[in-house]
């Protein structure tokens, strides 16, 4: 069994929403909006004339309530769901159907043949 197409298709999807210029999550746009909180942090720490330290930085850029809540959780497998497995289930719709179709259409002509056969044999039946 070939798990590349499906290894590559992780790597796709993920290059996708962390290097897609439009992206929402795009690796750009999570930074400039990582820096800018950073900078008015510091901003407002130096400016009531407190110290800057690293520890405080990151407890307000990123909060445990927030890091370790339900909503917080919901809303990175709701991502996961929207980019990998809709993905799966909606893209591999388009593909899935060209590999079914010879298997599906090899059925088709065994229960079509056995129809033909069956309506054939009460043809010669009825003419008799």
């Known amino acids: 069994m ?5 290894i590559a298709f992780i790597f796709r999807q993920t ?15 999570l930074a ?3 820096l800018i909180a950073t ?3 510091v901003w407002q720490r130096l400016r ?3 110290c800057v330290r690293v520890r405080t930085l990151l407890r307000a850029l990123f909060p445990k309530r927030i890091l370790h809540s339900r909503s917080n959780e919901a ?5 996961i769901f929207n980019v990998f497995v809709y993905g799966v289930m909606f893209g591999g719709r388009a593909v899935l159907p060209v590999h079914l179709q010879r298997d599906h259409f090899r059925a ?3 229960v ?3 129809v033909a056969i069956n309506l054939a044999g009460r043809r010669d039946r009825s003419s008799r």
Do not use: E, K
């Open 112 to 114: 079509r043949s056995r």
């Open 75 to 79: 809303d990175i497998g709701y991502l």
């Open 2 to 6: 070939d798990f590349w197409p499906g």
């Open 32 to 34: 400039a909006a990582l």
């Open 108 to 110: 088709g002509d065994a």
């Open 15 to 29: 290059g996708n929403l962390l290097f897609s210029i439009g992206s929402h999550f795009s690796l750009t746009s």
């Open 48 to 50: 009531r004339g407190r």
């Open 39 to 41: 900078i008015f942090f």
